[in-house]
C-alpha cells in the first residue's frame, strides 16, 4: 500500500491506479490535464527503485529531452511516518516525465500504467474541465470567425491582398467553421474525422532523392533555384521519412495516411533538411505522398502555398493546430 497520498487541490483530483495482477497500488494525483507522481511512486510503478528513477530523470533533463520547469511540480502530500501523517511538499512529474522514465525503464508495468493513465485522463479531466472551458471558448470562437470574416471583407473588397494573400485567406476562413471539431478533438477520445484511412506505406527515401532531383533541374533550366536548392543537410530527410513511421508500443505513432501526410509537410518545411528550398521541396513531397497514397484533395497551386506558409509562419507551440488542420482538409476533401 502507498503511503504517500496526494492532498485534493482546486482544479485536480486523486484517482487510484492498481496494477492488474494487484501487485501495485498508486494515489494518482490528476491536475492540469496530466498526471503526477513522485520519484517513489514512479519506482512503484515501474518496478524499480527511487535511485534509479532519480538516475533517468537526471538524464531525461541534462539531455534536454524536457524541461524540469514544464514537467515536474511541489505538490502536497500526507505521509506516514511510524504512527504518525505528515504533510508535506514533494517533487512530483508529470506524465511527459513518467513516459520519458518508462522508456528507460522498459517494464511491462510501465506500459500498463501508461496506458490506464490515458484512460483515466481523457475519462476524468475532459469531463471535469470542459464544460466552462467549451461554453468561453465557444463565445470566443464566434467572434473570432466574425472578426476573421471582416478582416477577410475588408481586405478583399480593398484589394489589398495578391493571389497568394487571398489564398491564405479563403483558406482560413474556410476552415473556421471546423474549430468547434478542434476544441473537442482528442484522438484517444474522438474518432478521426471521417475520410482519413490507413496508410500503404512509407514514402520511399530513393523515390523522394529522385523526385527532387527532377525537380531541382526543371527549376534552374527556369531559373527559378539558386545552385544550393536542395542541398541535403546529412541524413535529415531520411530522419524525417523514419520519424513519419516510427511506432510507439508497437502501434504506429501517426495512424492514418492524412496525419503521415500532414507531418510530412510540416517536418520538412519546419525542420529544413536542405540548404535551400525546403518549401518547395516540401510541397513536392506532400503531392507525391498524397498520389501514393491516392488521397484526394482539393489544393490548387495557390492553395497549396498558402498551406504551406501557414505552417512555414507557425509558431512552434501551435504545431498540433497546423496538423489537424492539413488532416481535417484531406479528409473533408475525400467525404
Same mark, same amino acid.
Given at each position: #500500500?502507498?503511503?504517500?497520498?496526494?492532498?485534493?487541490?482546486?482544479?485536480? /483530483?486523486?484517482?487510484?491506479?492498481?496494477?492488474?495482477?494487484?501487485?501495485?497500488?498508486?494515489?494518482?494525483?490528476?491536475?492540469?490535464?496530466?498526471?503526477?507522481? @513522485?520519484?517513489?511512486?514512479?519506482?512503484?510503478?515501474?518496478?524499480? @527503485?527511487?535511485?534509479?528513477?532519480?538516475?533517468?530523470?537526471?538524464?531525461?533533463?541534462?539531455?534536454?529531452?524536457?524541461?524540469?520547469?514544464?514537467?515536474?511540480?511541489?505538490?502536497?502530500?500526507?505521509?506516514?511516518?511510524?504512527?504518525?501523517?505528515?504533510?508535506? !511538499?514533494?517533487?512530483?512529474?508529470?506524465?511527459?516525465?513518467?513516459?520519458?522514465?518508462?522508456?528507460?525503464?522498459?517494464?511491462?508495468?510501465?506500459?500498463?500504467?501508461?496506458?490506464?493513465?490515458?484512460?483515466?485522463?481523457?475519462?476524468?479531466?475532459?469531463?471535469?474541465?470542459?464544460?466552462?472551458? !467549451?461554453?468561453?471558448?465557444?463565445?470566443?470562437?464566434? /467572434?473570432?470567425?466574425?472578426?476573421?470574416?471582416?478582416?477577410?471583407?475588408?481586405?478583399?473588397?480593398?484589394?489589398?491582398?495578391?493571389?497568394?494573400?487571398?489564398?491564405?485567406?479563403?483558406?482560413?476562413?474556410?476552415?473556421?467553421?471546423?474549430?468547434?471539431?478542434?476544441?473537442?478533438?482528442?484522438?484517444?477520445?474522438?474518432?478521426?474525422?471521417?475520410? @482519413?484511412?490507413?496508410?500503404?506505406?512509407?514514402?520511399?527515401?530513393?523515390?523522394?532523392?529522385?523526385?527532387?532531383?527532377?525537380?531541382?533541374?526543371?527549376? #534552374?533550366?527556369?531559373?527559378?533555384?539558386?545552385?544550393?536548392?536542395?542541398?541535403?543537410?546529412?541524413?535529415?530527410?531520411?530522419?524525417?521519412?523514419?520519424?513519419?513511421?516510427?511506432? #510507439?508500443?508497437?502501434?504506429?505513432?501517426?495512424?492514418?495516411?492524412?496525419?503521415?501526410?500532414?507531418?510530412?509537410?510540416?517536418?520538412?518545411?519546419?525542420?529544413?533538411?536542405?540548404?535551400?528550398?525546403?518549401?518547395?521541396?516540401?510541397?513536392?513531397?506532400?503531392?507525391?505522398?498524397?498520389?501514393?497514397?491516392?488521397?484526394?484533395?482539393?489544393?490548387?497551386?495557390?492553395?497549396?502555398?498558402?498551406?504551406?506558409?501557414?505552417?512555414?509562419?507557425?509558431?512552434?507551440?501551435?504545431?498540433?493546430? #497546423?496538423?489537424?488542420?492539413?488532416?481535417?482538409?484531406?479528409?473533408?476533401?475525400?467525404?
Amino acid at each position: #500500500m502507498n503511503d504517500e497520498t496526494p492532498e485534493s487541490a482546486v482544479g485536480g /483530483e486523486v484517482a487510484v491506479y492498481e496494477d492488474a495482477g494487484g501487485e501495485v497500488r498508486v494515489d494518482v494525483r490528476l491536475d492540469r490535464e496530466t498526471v503526477w507522481l @513522485t520519484q517513489r511512486q514512479m519506482a512503484e510503478v515501474f518496478d524499480s @527503485t527511487a535511485d534509479n528513477v532519480g538516475l533517468h530523470l537526471r538524464n531525461v533533463y541534462s539531455s534536454g529531452e524536457l524541461e524540469e520547469r514544464a514537467t515536474s511540480e511541489d505538490f502536497s502530500v500526507v505521509q506516514t511516518e511510524g504512527r504518525r501523517k505528515v504533510r508535506r !511538499r514533494l517533487k512530483h512529474y508529470n506524465l511527459d516525465a513518467i513516459i520519458s522514465v518508462g522508456y528507460r525503464v522498459n517494464t511491462k508495468r510501465g506500459v500498463r500504467f501508461r496506458q490506464w493513465a490515458t484512460r483515466t485522463l481523457h475519462g476524468h479531466l475532459v469531463q471535469g474541465f470542459t464544460v466552462n472551458e !467549451r461554453r468561453l471558448a465557444e463565445r470566443g470562437l464566434r /467572434e473570432a470567425r466574425e472578426t476573421l470574416d471582416l478582416l477577410a471583407r475588408t481586405l478583399s473588397n480593398q484589394a489589398l491582398v495578391d493571389d497568394t494573400g487571398q489564398a491564405v485567406l479563403d483558406l482560413i476562413a474556410g476552415y473556421a467553421d471546423t474549430w468547434r471539431l478542434l476544441l473537442e478533438y482528442d484522438e484517444d477520445r474522438l474518432p478521426e474525422p471521417p475520410g @482519413t484511412g490507413p496508410s500503404s506505406g512509407v514514402l520511399d527515401h530513393d523515390r523522394a532523392v529522385s523526385a527532387i532531383a527532377e525537380f531541382r533541374r526543371e527549376l #534552374m533550366a527556369r531559373e527559378q533555384a539558386s545552385p544550393l536548392f536542395g542541398s541535403p543537410r546529412g541524413d535529415a530527410l531520411a530522419g524525417i521519412l523514419g520519424n513519419i513511421e516510427q511506432t #510507439m508500443f508497437g502501434e504506429p505513432l501517426y495512424r492514418s495516411r492524412e496525419e503521415k501526410a500532414a507531418h510530412l509537410l510540416y517536418f520538412v518545411v519546419k525542420d529544413h533538411p536542405f540548404t535551400d528550398g525546403n518549401k518547395r521541396i516540401g510541397s513536392l513531397l506532400f503531392l507525391l505522398y498524397l498520389k501514393q497514397e491516392a488521397i484526394e484533395h482539393g489544393l490548387n497551386p495557390q492553395a497549396l502555398t498558402a498551406l504551406t506558409l501557414l505552417v512555414a509562419e507557425s509558431a512552434p507551440a501551435g504545431k498540433d493546430l #497546423m496538423i489537424r488542420l492539413i488532416v481535417n482538409l484531406l479528409a473533408g476533401a475525400s467525404e
